[in-house]
């Protein structure tokens, strides 16, 4: 079983749909969690970063850690054209803050 | 803006060639990190640097090696290609190694095929 569980997808919506997207651990010991989104042909970037457990909202996005039940989500409000992209959760301890383990990523598709 | 650099976007090799991968940060940072990317896998991670000429192993280090001679350089090396190593490589740098600037900045990727 691997760590970091991810629907791969793909996942398409109309534009304006509200997108969930999710990942399931089996580590406990995570506390840093993170979402990348990559683009085609780019390299990864941070979308969002959270500690431990709970909410946190940046615009149209809000990442959501329940570490009760090992389950983290990303939520996409309003989804453009410009958010098709693959969606990359990423975790780790805190003893290894930079050694991250990735989800395998959810591919998402906004069409017009 | 930080800039990670991978020399070469695309690759291939035959079996048994020793492959170089170069990556350049401009933001004089730290930490350099070598990923494979696979379907379905993810990003794992292969080698990983703290500081100039300091290297350890990540999760999938076999068949791979690094080099870092200087703070905004690491090297990726295949001693002897093989068709499993055919890849996207990523490279990424971070300030730090906490929450505070541990963000990893990663490069475009390099897509290996060894026939």
């Known amino acids: 079983q691997k760590e970091v569980e991810q629907d791969p997808g793909p996942l398409s919506v109309p534009e304006g749909a509200i997108v969930s997207l999710n990942c399931t651990y089996s580590?406990?010991?995570?506390?840093?969690f993170m979402w990348y989104r990559q683009y085609s042909r780019k390299g990864p970037e941070l979308l969002m970063y959270t500690y431990s457990s709970g909410n946190k909202e940046d615009g149209r996005f809000t990442a959501q850690v329940d570490k009760s039940s090992k389950y983290i989500s990303l939520f996409i409000r309003d989804s453009q054209p410009s958010d098709s992209a693959t969606y990359l959760c990423?975790?780790?301890?805190?003893?290894?803050?930079?050694?991250?383990?990735f989800g395998a990523g959810t591919r998402l598709a906004v069409h017009p | 803006d930080v800039k990670v650099t991978q020399s070469s976007r695309y690759l291939v090799k035959r079996t048994g060639e020793k492959v170089f991968l170069e990556c350049v940060q401009d933001?004089?940072?730290?930490?350099m990190f070598w990923y494979r990317q696979d379907p379905g896998l993810g990003l794992r991670l292969i080698y990983f640097s703290y500081d100039v000429k300091m290297k350890e192993k990540g999760d999938i280090p076999e068949g791979y090696s690094v080099s870092r001679e200087k703070k905004e350089r690491f090297s990726l090396i295949l001693e002897s290609a093989s068709t499993n190593q055919t890849s996207m490589y990523l490279c990424?740098?971070?300030?730090?190694?906490?929450?505070?600037?541990?963000?990893?900045?990663f490069g475009e990727g390099s897509r290996l095929t060894v026939l």
């Open positions: 990423a975790m780790s301890d805190s003893g290894g803050y930079n050694k991250l383990i």
């Open positions: 580590n406990s010991a995570f506390q840093y």
């Open positions: 933001m004089d940072h730290e930490n």
């Open positions: 990424a740098s971070s300030l730090t190694s906490g929450p505070e600037g541990g963000e990893l900045f």
